[in-house]
């Protein structure tokens, strides 16, 4: 069985990875974790300067899921460059640097300088932050303005870019196909839904912006949704997430149409859930006679 996943004329070596913000850098998990259990490794965001995030507190559980307000807290490309890659670039896994702006040229920027940097397998693009006052999701809910950006971006390098699709729009497929059109070689969908939590005692919201990223198994059944709808727009291959806690959640995204998926919230609660994630698909890829992803799309038409 090939479970090797194509995106943009590489190879991830399996369909499961970890989502950016839910694993940090790889070495958080180092002593808890078979890095080669795992496809990818989705990096925390990274800008160009370093971001202290916002205040706390920065998470709020809620039925299902949490909402968080990190605000792309990290060291900024330079010291993630000389701090983190020369361990990440040592994982068995592949390294996908998920890159966060406020400005088309800062998304630009932060490229060119990873582009210097071996052990890079690619890019997560990420236009869907719900948490920052700037850029973030501003640039994910316009569908010319993720073209402009991906094109430019695509100009930068060879390596493959993955758009990070926010599900906070109308209409996610003209999001996707806007990205698409920009030169993207898969997309990723979805990211944190807009939530909010009032403390009624307080009489105001938990989270110092008022409003948070949405994630865990609460926003599952719309992530499934949403990747359904995109993998029939687009013929990019589609990296589904969003609520994943076990194997049959995972192969909800797969029978949508997702080539690949990817592991967030549920880190927090069992770090190994990616391998036991990947060990069920392989179970019933077996089970059903499958031998390879693309084969499980053929069963929801
Ligand atoms: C604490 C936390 C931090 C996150 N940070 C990022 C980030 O830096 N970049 C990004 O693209 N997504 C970020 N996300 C979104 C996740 O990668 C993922 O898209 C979302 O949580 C849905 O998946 P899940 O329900 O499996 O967690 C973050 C999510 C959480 C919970």
């Not at 795992?38 to 160009?48: N, R, S, W």
Request: hydrophobic share 40%; with cysteine; glycine share 12%.
């Amino acid at each position: 069985m090939d479970l090797s996943v194509a995106i943009g004329g590489k190879k991830l070596p399996n369909p499961v990875g970890v989502a950016s913000g839910t694993f940090g850098y790889g070495g958080e998990y180092e002593q808890l974790v078979d890095f080669a259990a795992i496809g990818a490794l989705y990096t925390k965001a990274v800008t160009l300067m370093p971001r202290p995030g916002n205040d706390i507190p920065r998470i709020v559980e809620t039925p299902s899921g949490l909402i968080n307000s990190i605000g792309l807290a990290n060291v900024g490309v330079d010291r993630f460059i000389s701090e983190k890659m020369p361990h990440c670039r040592e994982l068995p896994c592949a390294v996908v640097v998920n890159i966060a702006g406020s400005s088309a040229d800062e998304y630009a920027r932060v490229l060119e300088k990873l582009e210097t940097c071996p052990g890079i397998w690619g890019y997560e693009i990420n236009v869907s932050c719900p948490n920052v006052k700037h850029g973030g999701m501003a640039f994910g809910t316009d569908p010319a303005q993720v073209e402009r950006l991906t094109a430019d971006l695509r100009k930068r390098t060879k390596n493959p870019i993955i758009v990070k699709l926010t599900p906070n729009v109308t209409d996610i497929r003209t999001i996707a196909k806007a990205a698409q059109e920009g030169g993207a070689d898969a997309v990723s969908c979805i990211n944190t839904l807009v939530g909010m939590v009032i403390d009624v005692g307080a009489k105001k919201p938990v989270l110092p912006m008022g409003t948070g990223g949405l994630s865990g198994p609460a926003i599952r059944p719309v992530g499934v949704a949403a990747t359904y709808a995109v993998s029939r727009a687009v013929s990019i291959p589609v990296i589904g997430l969003g609520g994943i806690s076990g194997p049959l959640d995972a192969l909800q995204y797969l029978l949508a149409g997702a080539s690949a998926v990817q592991i967030g919230t549920a880190n927090f609660v069992d770090p190994t859930t990616t391998a036991r994630v990947l060990a069920g698909i392989r179970e019933f890829c077996e089970r059903e006679n499958v031998s390879c992803i693309k084969d499980l799309h053929r069963f929801i038409p």
